[in-house]
């Protein structure tokens, strides 16, 4: 009995075994979490994207309110927290059109807003290259759509 414990005392490490069903069981787990955190990571990233554009739109509305309380002509471009919005007239319903764009350090994000001639929002758009949402008068946001690659 003495030397069974003493050989079994003096084994140091795993058997190649133990090491391969230990491997085998991270895998399985990681098999069954990957998806998961997968479908989760869109989720947050979808709520991100309405998150950004809801924070711009709202942005935009106090800039154009400003300059219409004002009576300031709408200018060519604005800066809005760090971002430059340049705004195109659309000739035939005498719509202003509002397009911003502006990079960040790998992706570009770009965002078009619609307003009536008397400075109201009418329709706005918001892309973050992986997701795109939209906002108008009369039906609120719609869910974030993911991008064709």
Same mark, same amino acid.
């Given at each position: %009995?003495?030397? #069974?414990?003493? =050989?079994? *005392?003096?084994?140091? /490490?795993?058997?190649?075994?133990?090491?391969?069903?230990?491997?085998?069981?991270?895998? &399985? #787990?990681?098999?069954?979490?990957?998806? @998961? &955190?997968?479908?989760?990571?869109? /989720?947050?990233?979808?709520?991100?994207?309405? &998150? *950004?554009?809801?924070?711009?739109?709202?942005?935009?509305?106090? *800039?154009?309110? !400003? %300059?219409?309380?004002?009576?300031?002509?709408?200018?060519?471009?604005?800066?809005?927290? !760090?971002?430059?919005?340049?705004?195109?007239?659309?000739?035939? &319903?005498?719509?202003? /059109?509002?397009?911003?764009?502006?990079? /960040? @350090?790998?992706?570009?994000?770009?965002?078009?807003?619609?307003?009536?001639? !008397?400075?109201?929002?009418?329709?706005?758009?918001?892309? !973050? %290259?992986?997701?795109?949402? =939209? $906002? +108008?008068?009369? *039906?609120? $946001?719609?869910?974030?759509?993911?991008?064709? +690659?």
């Amino acid at each position: %009995m003495g030397k #069974i414990r003493q =050989t079994l *005392e003096s084994r140091k /490490g795993y058997s190649l075994v133990q090491l391969i069903l230990v491997i085998i069981i991270i895998l &399985a #787990i990681a098999a069954f979490l990957v998806p @998961s &955190a997968k479908k989760y990571m869109s /989720g947050i990233n979808q709520t991100n994207c309405t &998150a *950004e554009a809801a924070k711009i739109l709202v942005e935009l509305q106090k *800039e154009v309110a !400003d %300059m219409y309380k004002d009576s300031q002509l709408i200018p060519t471009t604005i800066m809005i927290n !760090d971002v430059v919005v340049t705004i195109n007239v659309q000739d035939s &319903a005498d719509l202003k /059109g509002v397009e911003q764009k502006y990079s /960040g @350090s790998q992706s570009e994000k770009a965002a078009k807003c619609t307003l009536s001639p !008397d400075g109201d929002m009418v329709s706005f758009a918001f892309t !973050d %290259m992986t997701y795109e949402t =939209t $906002w +108008s008068r009369s *039906e609120g $946001w719609t869910t974030p759509a993911k991008l064709a +690659s």
